[in-house]
C-alpha cells in the first residue's frame, strides 16, 4: 500500500460553510487575539509573560522567569497555527510578525543549541535532572512542529535551522551510548515533532532518535524512578499520580501495551508517534500495539463526542465503559492528538474508517472548546452541567459553565487554533496518484495533480457535489459511518457503491466531469453500551458527525427531567449562523412533581408534553450560563 499523506494547506481553498467560517474566524480573532494575550495585552486574564521570557533568555530584557515550567510551548503552538494560516491566506503581515518570533526564538537559543527558556533564565545547571516533571523534551516537540510548519509555509530556512540545531544536540544528548542519557520524554511528543523534522530533512538520526525514545520507554529499570533517587531531585508539581508507572505510559514496553492508561494526552501523542514510526519504519509490532490500544481508546473508553480521559486526577483514562458525563474531564488537547492518531492510523492502514473518529472528535469536542467570538475557551468538555451544582461542590471544579478568556495552563486554545487551521490536512490525502478525500468541505485543490471543486455544507447539507477542473482526476471518497452515500452519479448517471478499505473509488474523471453524491443525515438515537451506567435509559442524538444537546436557553431549567419520546419525529431549523447550523425540535415529555417542596416523595411525578430543542453540542454556552446535556431520558 502506497502512504496516505496530507495535501499541502495551500492546494486547498475553502469556498463555504463551517471549515471557512472557523478558518475565518481563527484568523481574525483567534491568533491576534492570543498574540495580545503571550505579551500580557489583555486585561483581565491569566498572565502568561511567555513572550517576555524568550525576551530574557535572549538578552533584550532583564527579570526573571514566570509561569509554568512548560510555558514555552503556548508560544511555538501559536507560531505553528500562525504558519498554517499563513499557508492558507498568504497573509504577509502576519508573517512579518512571525518572523520576528522565528528570530526571537533564534536569539533565545543557547550556542550548543539548547533551547527552553524555563532552564535557561531559572536553572541553566539543570537541563535533563528532571524528565519526569521538566518538559524540556515536551517544549522541544511543539518546537520542531512549529519549524516544520513554517517552513512549509514560507520556504523559509531560518526557523528550521533552528530546529535543526536544537535536534542535533538532543542526538548527542539522548541514546544508548557510554555517557548519553538514556532516559525519555515525562510528556510525549518530542517523538512526533522529530518525526516530522526528519520528514523535511531526511536526517535519519531525528527518526533513530524518536524511536529510541519510544523503544527506552518501559524498559527495565525504568528511568523515573531512578531519576526520582538522584539527590536534588526537584518534585516540580507534588502530584502522587505523576510517579505511577501508567501515568506517563511507562508500565511496559509501548510495543506491548494493551491498554489505554493514565494520561490522556501523553498516551494519545505516543500513540501517533508509534503509528508514524510503524508506518516509516515498517514496524509490525508497533503497527500490532496501535491497532490494539485504537481498540482499547474508541471502543472501550471514548466518550460520544470524542472527548477521552475520564477523570480530573491525572487527566487521565480509567476503566473500561467509566464514562461519567458530568465529572469527565475531555481535555481539548486529548481530543486533538485523538485526530493525529487516528489519522495516522488511516495512513498506516489504508483503511479510512479511522477517520470516523476524526470526525467525531473534530466537530464536537475540538469545536466545543472556543467560543463563536474566538476569545474564550474551553479546556474541559463535559456531557452535563448544572452551574447550581458546580458552584457548591468542590468535585466540579474543573469544570466550568462559561468559557475561559484564558489559563494559567493555556496548552488548549493554542491547539484548537493550530487544529483548526491545519484540518484541510486531515480532510484530503493523497498517495501519488489517488486524492484521497476524507472529510468533504466545500473547497477547490490546485496542486499540480488534482483539480477539483467540492460543493457541499457538510457536516449540515447531504449533497457533495464533484466538479474535475482537469482530465485524469483519480478520486477516492470515504464512506461515513455518520454520513453513509446513499446514491452516487457521475454526470447524471448511476455509479454502483462499492466499498473497499473505507473509500468509494470512482472512475477516472476527465475536465468537466461531475459526480454528484447524496448522504443519509437523518437525526437518530445513540444509546451507550449498558455498562456505561450513566446513561441506562437515556439516549443522545447525532446528525451526521455532530452530537446534539439540550441547552437550557432553549428548554428552560430542570433538563433532567425531559424524556425523549421513544419514536422521535424530528423537525430541522436553522438558530445559528453558523457554517449552515442546524437545530433539531422533537416533542418529548417534561417530569413534573405533584409537591415541589418534599425531598421524598410517595408520588411518582406527573409527565407533560414538552417541545424539545437540541443544538450541535459545539455551539452549546455560546448564550450565556446555563444547563447543558447530551444523553437525555427516552419514555416509551
Known sequence: MKQITPLPLRCVRFTDGLPQRMQQLVKEKVIPYQWDTLHDRVSGVAKSHCIENFRIAAGLSQGEFYGNIFQDSDLYKWLEATAYCIEVFHNPEQEAIADSICELIRMAQQPDGY???????????????????????????????????????????????????????????????????????????????????????????????????????????????????????????????????????????????????????????????????ATLCGDDALARACNVLYKSVTQRRMYITGGVGSTYIGESFTGDYDLPNDTIYGESCASVA???????????????????????????????????????????????????????????????????????????PTNIARTVMSIA??????????????????????????????????????????????GDQRIKLRQSAFAPIKTLTLNDKALPITVDNGYITLPALANGDVVLATMDMQPHYVVSHPKVIGNTGKASVMRGPLVYCAEQADNDKGLASLALPEHPSFSEYAAFD??????????????????????????????????????????????????MRVYLNVRP
Open 115 to 277: 533551547i527552553n527558556t524555563y532552564y535557561t533564565i531559572k536553572e541553566p545547571d539543570g537541563r535533563f535532572t528532571t524528565l519526569q516533571q521538566g518538559h524540556e523534551l515536551y517544549c522541544a516537540g511543539h518546537f520542531f512542529e512549529a519549524a516544520v510548519a513554517y517552513y512549509k509555509a514560507t520556504s523559509k530556512r531560518a526557523i528550521l535551522d533552528t530546529a535543526c540545531r536544537f535536534a542535533d544536540y538532543l542526538t548527542l544528548v539522548f541514546g544508548p551510548g557510554e555517557g548519553q542519557n538514556h532516559g525519555y520524554p515525562g510528556h510525549q511528543v518530542a517523538e512526533v515533532g522529530l518525526i516530522k523534522l526528519y520528514k523535511v530533512t531526511n536526517n535519519e538520526a531525528y527518526l533513530n532518535l524518536a524511536a529510541y525514545f519510544i523503544s527506552q520507554r518501559g524498559q527495565r529499570p525504568l528511568y523515573f524512578p531512578m531519576e526520582r533517587e538522584r539527590p536534588g531531585y526537584k518534585d516540580i508539581f507534588n502530584q502522587p499520580v505523576i510517579n505511577l508507572p501508567t501515568y506517563a505510559q511507562t508500565h511496559i514496553e509501548p510495543a506491548r501495551q494493551t491498554e489505554a492508561v493514565g494520561h490522556a494526552v501523553r498516551a494519545l501523542y505516543m500513540y501517533s508517534a508509534m503509528a508514524d514510526l
Open 338 to 412: 485523538l485526530m493525529m492518531f487516528a489519522s495516522r492510523m488511516t495512513s498506516l492502514t489504508g483503511d479510512g474508517a479511522y477517520y470516523d473518529t476524526v470526525e467525531r472528535a473534530f466537530f464536537n469536542q475540538v469545536l466545543g472548546g472556543i467560543s463563536l467570538t474566538g476569545t474564550e475557551f474551553f479546556y474541559v468538555g463535559p456531557l452535563q452541567v448544572d452551574p447550581d451544582v458546580c458552584r457548591v461542590n468542590p468535585s466540579y471544579a474543573h469544570i466550568k459553565t462559561v468559557r475561559q478568556r484564558w489559563f494559567d495552563v493555556a496548552c488548549c
Open 425 to 470: 490536512g486531515y480532510a484530503f490525502g493523497s498517495d501519488g496518484n489517488s486524492l484521497y478525500i476524507h472529510i468533504p468541505f466545500a473547497c477547490e485543490i490546485q496542486d499540480g495533480r488534482f483539480a477539483l471543486q467540492l460543493q457541499t455544507q457538510y457536516p449540515y447539507g447531504n449533497t457533495l457535489r464533484i466538479t474535475a477542473l482537469a
Open 578 to 627: 453558523h457554517g449552515g447550523a442546524v437545530t433539531l425540535t422533537l416533542m418529548g415529555t417534561k417530569a413534573v412533581s405533584v409537591d415541589e417542596q418534599t425531598l421524598y416523595q410517595n408520588r411518582l411525578p406527573e409527565w407533560e408534553p414538552q417541545k424539545i430543542t437540541l443544538i450541535p453540542y459545539y455551539l452549546w454556552a455560546n448564550r450565556g450560563e446555563g444547563e
